[in-house]
């Protein structure tokens, strides 16, 4: 139901955009989530906006550099990701659930899609 695309190989400072299209959900009634799992770690909020305000969270790690949007028309949401760095590097998820308020905890969403490869290089 969830689909994640835009990842791919970037360097060290550059940029991409990341893309979270639904199917059977209209995402604008859904709390949304970005999450990355780095090989041997687990699973990280990167950014999460609610459904209602619009009030969004971004991990420290990632606080100002990346930024989460809706496009309502397109049903779909994206992670802007600007100065990249290796660090970054992770397969990406996107995540929907019915939350009240804004939480970033993947265990708090049920609507997963597959997961989209960040490789950054330095």
């Known amino acids: 139901q969830l689909q994640a695309s835009g990842g791919g190989l970037a360097q060290a400072g550059g940029s991409l955009r990341l893309s979270c299209a639904a199917s059977?959900?209209?995402?604008?009634?859904?709390?949304i989530g970005w999450f990355r799992q780095a090989p041997g770690k687990e699973r990280e909020g990167v950014s999460c906006i609610d459904s209602s305000s619009g009030s969004t969270y971004y991990a420290d790690s990632v606080k100002g550099r990346f930024t989460i949007s809706r496009d309502n028309a397109k049903n779909t949401v994206y992670l802007e990701m600007n100065s990249l760095k290796a660090e970054d590097t992770a397969v990406y998820y996107c995540?929907?659930?019915?939350?009240?308020?804004?939480?970033?905890?993947?265990?708090?969403?049920?609507?997963w899609g597959q997961g989209t490869q960040v490789t950054v290089s330095s």
């Open positions: 995540a929907a659930d019915h939350l009240d308020g804004i939480t970033c905890w993947p265990w708090a969403y049920d609507y």
């Open positions: 059977q959900l209209h995402l604008d009634d859904y709390a």
